[in-house]
Nanobody, 123 residues
Framework: QVQLVESGGGLVQAGGSLRLSCAAS????????MGWFRQAPGKEREPVVA????????NYADSVTGRFTISRDNAKNTVYLQMNSLKPEDTAVYYC????????????????WGQGTQVTVSS
């Protein structure tokens, strides 16, 4: 069993930055695909980015490309999401997830989910 805990969310002005962390416990996630997803009020949860187990492959949603950067430190069992140039439309609860399946952004592939961290971007 894998437990995921997100942190780093908060309130930031438009144009600002935040760095989210996702700490895994229970077992190593070094051979798991990791992803970040988000759910805005009144909307369905959507993918943000995925990263392969080695970190050598990433896939970003078009809405965050060029502004967000995912990284992972397998030695620390932690995944990060650096978010720059934040916009009000980035406001959402951000979830970290881990997948034992093939690489991708499809949510059913992800086996473990964190509780989420709130990101609010004011205009």
């Amino acid at each position: 069993q894998v437990q995921l805990v997100e942190s780093g969310g908060g309130l930031v002005q438009a144009g600002g930055s935040l760095r989210l962390s996702c700490a895994a416990s229970g077992r190593t996630v070094s051979n798991y695909v990791m992803g970040w997803f988000r759910q805005a009020p009144g909307k369905e949860r959507e993918p943000v980015v995925a990263i392969s187990w080695s970190g050598g492959r990433t896939n970003y949603a078009d809405s965050v490309t060029g502004r967000f950067t995912i990284s992972r430190d397998n030695a620390k069992n932690t995944v990060y999401l650096q978010m720059n140039s934040l916009k009000p439309e980035d406001t959402a609860v951000y979830y970290c997830a881990a997948s034992r399946s093939a690489y991708g952004l499809a949510q059913p592939r992800y086996d473990y989910w964190g509780q989420g961290t709130q990101v609010t971007v004011s205009s």
